[in-house]
């Protein structure tokens, strides 16, 4: 199933505003959807029998940088008896505030491997997955500070006492 066929299958069943735009510049073509439904375009895509991708190969979160104050999640969805791919996007700002991180629905209940990656990713970026049945760092001590992987975040010296930088 091409990207124009699968468009057009979610705007039928979700309406056309599901689909905020595409990326057709890159090796693999991204439809980057409304945040707040991902959850259920992902299970529509799971069990629809004319998409049926219905394994999650990769989840990462990214920071657009500190100018645009904006975090996303990039999801690579493959079809493996389809023997096709598709990348979804998502997308929305925050202050940077480590009090107030990014907010996105997990998508753990519709693949179960989501929850590893949706741990590394508020780990490493801050992101936090509303309904995620276990969000807690994975690769970093419980009492970190920070997430390493955000455009502005500093180096600390030490920790517990051992130089680190």
Request: hydrophobic residues 40%; aromatic residues 12%; charged residues 30%.
């Amino acid at each position: 199933m091409i990207l124009e066929e699968i468009k057009a299958l979610l705007s039928e069943k979700f309406g056309e505003d599901i689909i905020l735009g595409t990326e057709t510049n890159g090796l693999q073509s991204a439809l980057i959807i409304a945040a707040d439904k991902i959850a259920e375009v992902c299970l529509e895509l799971r069990d629809n029998p004319k998409t049926y991708f219905d394994f999650l190969a990769c989840l990462t979160g990214v920071d657009y940088g500190k100018d645009s104050n904006r975090f996303g999640v990039v999801y690579h969805l493959a079809s493996i008896p389809y023997q096709t791919q598709i990348t979804l996007k998502i997308s929305k700002e925050n202050s940077r505030d480590l009090n107030q991180l990014p907010e996105f629905k997990s998508i753990s209940a519709v693949y179960k491997t989501a929850e590893w990656h949706e741990r590394e990713a508020y780990d490493l970026i801050g992101i936090y997955f509303e309904n995620h049945p276990d969000l807690r760092r994975i690769l970093l001590p419980d009492d970190w500070e920070g997430y390493p992987l955000r455009k502005d975040y500093a180096n600390a010296e030490f920790y517990k006492g051992i130089k680190i930088d």
